[in-house]
């Protein structure tokens, strides 16, 4: 009996050593699954970053290249800007000018027609077909009274 109880103690050692080592076999590879997985998703997390920072930088390359075409623009239209305010300035001046003028040709006309237009013999001098000066041509009075218009595009400088 010894014996058989013997045998059958011995085998369940064996048994157990068999399970223990087959239950450590088990749980190594559950453990090098696990540690497979996890460098598998390691690896397509590196993937997901690169390709976001790949996108990022894209887009800022992309806004960087806008924001050149934008400041160019700005700067031209400034240009154009600046140019237009200088001719405008011109134009004001000259402007200023020509009404100063029509004021004064004006003034001339207004005193010319508070004498009724009427001047002296002697005052008056044409030249006639003769080429000699004249006095007293009616048809020169009548021009003596027509007010002077002027417009800025007249003028072309």
């Known amino acids: ?12 050692q064996i048994q157990n050593s068999g399970s223990d080592e087959d239950l450590q076999h088990v749980m190594d590879q559950r ?10 998703s390691a690896r397509r ?5 690169q390709k976001h920072l790949d996108d990022l930088t894209a887009q800022m390359a992309q806004l960087k290249k ?16 600046v140019s237009v305010e ?5 134009l004001r001046a000259q402007m200023m000018e020509l009404s100063q003028r029509l004021e004064s040709l004006n ?5 010319m027609n508070t004498n009724n237009g009427v001047f ?8 006639g077909p003769d080429g000699f000066m004249n006095n007293n041509h009616p048809w020169n009075l009548m021009y003596l009274n027509q007010p002077i218009m ?5 003028f072309q400088y």
């Open 107 to 111: 003034d001339i006309l207004d005193y």
């Open 150 to 154: 002027a417009s800025a595009d007249m």
């Open 31 to 40: 453990k090098r699954k696990r540690m497979q997985s996890n460098r598998e």
């Open 86 to 90: 200088s001719e405008n300035s011109v």
């Open 45 to 49: 997390s590196r993937m997901r970053k």
């Open 1 to 12: 009996m010894a014996s058989s109880s013997g045998n059958s103690s011995g085998s369940t």
């Open 120 to 127: 002296e013999a002697e005052d008056v001098q044409t030249i």
């Open 66 to 81: 806008e924001n050149s075409q934008i400041l160019t623009s700005m700067n031209i239209t400034t240009q154009q800007y």
